[in-house]
């Protein structure tokens, strides 16, 4: 297979020379930019999707075989190549057999792994962070959806250039300057495949332009049915589509019948498990080639978040065709969540958001002792994590090398304790650069664009007691890697303290006897199933290591005050309380209203979903 992979990319590199000797005459003449691109397109689909089909007829699973795989990531899990585009002269993409449902899932890899679609936060280069944990035989098992992209705004071209600026800032899969050869987004010579595109829509036509124009940079394209943000309800999609069969039936049908490559869905569960099941059969029977269900309705966000039910998901791979392929969403925290809701729900891929933005490796196995012991962190009690200095450096070399076309700066090596290694360093001052001008490379490039907000998700445990790294990266400009690089260096010094440290204090330094205890009396009073502490008592780690962020339950929240009922219940609460014959107090909620309005609001959570067996709470 490894030869037949290196014979096959030889030859497609030689055609791709040949077309390029024949578009220099022809891009200096009338043809237009639009052209390029376009023609640029239909020779790496027709060469990318005939290779997965000969592969897969060979006997291969993935888009590109071991060999390959292996050669491209590199002995440290990281990317080392950029690359042309292979074209050729091969028979038009439509010519060929388009896979649909579990063949295709087959075809690239039956991944079990999936990277979720997340508004602006899987990006390019975070798809790259997450895929280089990945050991070589795990690589074509890890599937990532882009971000979520607007289909009419990415659909839509103006006469003049650059003819779409939201596309050309948010999805760059060929170099600006030169459209036959790939560059970031889709790009299988450096591992960003598979892939799947994800849109939101309500017109199929947009939707359908959309798909087109992205089609020969990825594996299939997503419907976005499962947004439940303000936002989506203004613009009429995501999950505030559901209650329009029809349109959805429409929407995924369209591109099922004319797009080149499959159509995929994901979906947030109904009300009831049957209502669930009709939505999920309507969503197949217009083509959808994979379901991915979250496990939370739509009400469930934000503090109101609470608890995905892996039984409804149970239910429809229950009722569902056994050839069917469905994704779960939902309540994973960490990689040994992801066996625990496969054997729940009978899914055949498990897909994480929150608990990735956590933690980029979720959904890499652990490492050996002894592997990676400059990055993985291992404490006397026998849990570990991946080192937060590591995974920053390891998401900043990206950046340098891929999105800015340069090599990372030279870094010293990460600091173990134990080792002999100098601490001289540690006494140096660290200066933050200042701003540069008033433009930055942030502005047109989502991979710059998101970092700020990925690193604090990352740091989130480590900024609450190092609020001055907080305050750095508050401050530092978006697009501005040598200010980046500046806070690196902070928390590269303070996770060597903190380890010289443990290691002085024989491990005493992070036991808070007093606030485990707290959790504790949480779990006794509460219940395991009502309270985020049983998550909390099983996820912590140091600050210094990676780690889920964790919300409340929603009678959690409720307790603080960070939810209040709303004017509905409390009204209704009055009105029982009237018809009672007890006494209205203003500026109270009558006597015992307190508990009242609690209860109200609790019976229209736990109208939300019938699951409340599980300790996970996030994700």
Same mark, same amino acid.
């Given at each position: 297979m490894g030869f037949f992979f290196c014979f096959f990319f030889f030859f497609g590199g030689v055609a791709d020379l040949r077309l390029q000797r024949k578009l220099k005459g022809r891009f200096a003449t009338t043809t237009t930019t639009t052209e390029k691109v376009n023609l640029g397109r239909e020779k790496i689909v027709a060469l990318f999707t005939l290779g997965r089909r000969l592969l897969h007829a060979a006997g291969g699973r993935g888009g590109t075989s071991q060999a390959g795989s292996s050669f491209f990531f590199g002995s440290r899990g990281l990317y080392s190549t950029m690359a042309t585009a292979p074209t050729t002269d091969a028979p038009a993409a439509a010519t060929v057999k388009k896979l649909h449902g579990r063949e295709f899932y087959e075809s690239i890899g039956s991944p079990k792994y999936i990277l979720a679609p997340m508004v602006d936060q899987s990006e390019f280069a975070w798809r790259m962070l997450s895929r280089s944990f990945m050991p070589p035989e795990l690589q074509s098992k890890l599937l990532a959806y882009t971000p979520m992209f607007h289909a009419r705004l990415f659909s839509q071209d103006a006469p003049k250039p650059p003819y779409n600026k939201y596309r050309d800032s948010h999805f760059q899969c060929v170099l600006p300057k030169d459209p036959a050869t790939l560059w970031l987004d889709g790009n299988p010579l450096v591992g960003d495949r598979p892939l799947f595109v994800q849109f939101c829509a309500n017109d199929p036509q947009h939707l359908l332009a959309a798909a087109l124009k992205v089609a020969p940079y990825c594996d299939a394209v997503d419907l976005n049915l499962g947004c439940p943000q303000g936002i989506?309800?203004?613009?009429?999609?995501?999950?505030?589509?559901?209650?329009?069969?029809? /349109?959805?039936?429409?929407?995924?049908?369209?591109?099922?019948?004319? +797009?080149?490559?499959?159509?995929? @869905?994901?979906?947030? =569960?109904?009300?009831?498990?049957?209502?669930?099941?009709?939505?999920?059969?309507?969503?197949?029977?217009?083509?959808?080639?994979?379901?991915?269900?979250?496990?939370?309705?739509?009400?469930?966000?934000?503090? /109101?978040?609470?608890?995905?039910?892996?039984?409804?998901?149970?239910? +429809?791979?229950?009722?569902?065709? @056994?050839?069917?392929? =469905?994704?779960?969403?939902?309540?994973?925290?960490?990689?040994?969540?992801?066996?625990?809701?496969?054997?729940?729900?009978?899914?055949d891929g498990v897909m994480s958001a929150e608990g990735n933005l956590s933690n980029p490796a979720i959904f890499a196995p652990e490492p050996q002792p002894g592997a990676f012991e400059d990055e993985f962190w291992r404490g006397r009690d026998g849990k570990g994590g991946w080192r937060v200095d590591a995974v920053f450096r390891r998401y900043l070399d990206i950046l340098h090398k891929y999105v800015k076309g340069g090599e990372p700066p030279a870094r010293r090596p990460l600091f173990v304790p134990g080792k002999g290694m100098d601490t001289e360093w540690m006494k140096e001052e660290i200066v933050i650069p200042p701003k540069k001008g008033s433009k930055s490379e942030a502005f047109g490039n989502p991979n710059y664009g998101a970092l700020q907000a990925h690193m604090f998700h990352l740091l989130r445990h480590f900024v609450s007691k190092h609020h001055d790294v907080r305050d750095a990266l508050a401050r530092a400009r978006l697009g501005e890697l040598e200010q980046f690089e500046g806070i690196y260096k902070m928390v590269e010094k303070k996770v060597a303290e903190g380890l010289i440290e443990y290691e002085e204090t024989d491990g005493k330094s992070m036991e808070d006897p007093a606030e485990e205890e707290r959790l504790k009396k949480l779990v006794e009073e509460m219940g395991p199933a009502e309270t985020s502490a049983t998550a909390i008592l099983r996820c912590k780690r140091p600050w210094w290591c990676v780690q889920p962020i964790i919300r409340p339950l929603p009678k959690e929240a409720m307790a603080r005050g960070a939810i209040q009922p709303g004017k509905k219940d409390k009204k209704r609460v009055a009105e029982e309380e009237a018809n009672g014959g007890e006494k209205r107090v203003k500026g109270d909620e009558t006597k015992g209203g307190d508990a009242k309005v609690v209860e109200a609001v609790k019976e229209e959570l736990e109208k939300q979903t019938e699951f409340q067996t599980s300790e996970l709470v996030s994700g």
């Open positions: 989506a309800k203004k613009g009429h999609y995501g999950s505030f589509l559901q209650e329009d069969q029809e /349109l959805i039936y429409r929407l995924i049908n369209t591109l099922h019948e004319n +797009l080149p490559i499959p159509v995929t @869905a994901k979906i947030r =569960i109904l009300e009831t498990k049957e209502k669930t099941l009709e939505y999920a059969k309507n969503v197949l029977s217009a083509g959808a080639s994979i379901l991915t269900v979250h496990g939370r309705r739509r009400e469930q966000k934000s503090h /109101l978040t609470g608890v995905a039910d892996w039984e409804y998901i149970r239910y +429809l791979r229950d009722n569902l065709p @056994a050839e069917t392929v =469905i994704f779960a969403n939902g309540n994973v925290l960490e990689h040994g969540d992801i066996e625990e809701c496969i054997a729940a729900t009978g899914a």
